[in-house]
């Protein structure tokens, strides 16, 4: 069974306006938070964090909001940019326990 | 600093063929993953090393799937006998510390792409 879902497997948008990539999980006991993002033939990176004592943690053009009570998380990219474009996993955690990655999203950013 | 290596890149093989990966962590990662990612899913974990230690090997099917980490650096992976099913991309990562309650980003490797025909 799917803990993590994301349940767009694509999304495009124009260079210059906002990404947001949508992640939804079913453990209540998840509370950690993690965005990747991976280049074709490449392994994922970490692109940022969150844990369930915040709302909102923001690197940079990257920002992730977190909605316990909906167990929802997504990711902002502003402004989005064509090297942005790859494909975005969210993952989760219990304390001490194993990450659980969704299935990912492709992003594709329209120069 | 290097990153996580895996070799090889990409294998073939026949099915009921064995089929092994390698994997060299970043220096001084205690802790070492196994995944495995189907086309279109998320990766998903097979096992985890904290040291030598394996800390969760819930998810290795046991009966073709085997893993060691001898003196807590490098790690192999292998498959006797490779099944259709098995191919996938298995992908290696790291991270500086494991433990409860303890988060650490994990670096990943590029991956190994098995393809078993």
């Known amino acids: 069974d799917q803990q993590v879902k994301q349940n767009s497997p694509s999304l495009s948008v124009q260079e210059g306006r906002i990404s947001i990539l949508n992640c939804d999980y079913t453990?209540?006991?998840?509370?950690?938070f993690l965005w990747y993002k991976k280049y074709p033939a490449e392994g994922p990176t970490f692109l940022i964090s969150?844990?369930?004592?915040?709302d909102k943690n923001e690197d940079g053009r990257f920002t992730v909001f977190l909605n316990k009570s909906a167990k929802h998380l997504s990711l902002h990219i502003v402004p989005s940019q064509p090297g942005d474009s790859a494909v975005y996993f969210c993952?989760?955690?219990?304390?001490?326990?194993?990450?659980?990655f969704g299935t990912g999203t492709s992003l594709t950013v329209i120069p | 600093e290097a990153g996580v290596v895996q070799s090889p890149r990409y294998k073939i093989i026949e099915k009921k063929q064995p089929v092994a990966f390698w994997c060299n962590p970043i220096s001084g990662h205690n802790t070492l993953y196994w995944y495995r990612q189907n086309l279109g899913q998320g990766p998903e974990l097979l096992i985890r090393?904290?040291?030598?230690?394996?800390?969760?090997d819930s998810q290795l099917p046991k009966d073709r799937f085997s893993a060691e980490r001898l003196k807590g650096v490098d790690s192999t992976l292998k498959i006797q006998p490779a099944e259709l099913g098995d191919s996938a991309v298995y992908l290696c990562?790291?991270?500086?510390?494991?433990?409860?309650?303890?988060?650490?980003?994990?670096?990943f490797g590029p991956g190994t792409r098995l393809t078993v025909l």
């Open positions: 090393y904290e040291n030598e230690e394996a800390v969760d």
């Open positions: 993952a989760a955690s219990e304390p001490g326990n194993q990450f659980y």
């Open positions: 969150i844990s369930s004592i915040k």
């Open positions: 453990n209540s006991m998840f509370d950690y």
């Open positions: 990562a790291s991270s500086p510390w494991g433990g409860r309650n303890i988060y650490n980003e994990q670096f």
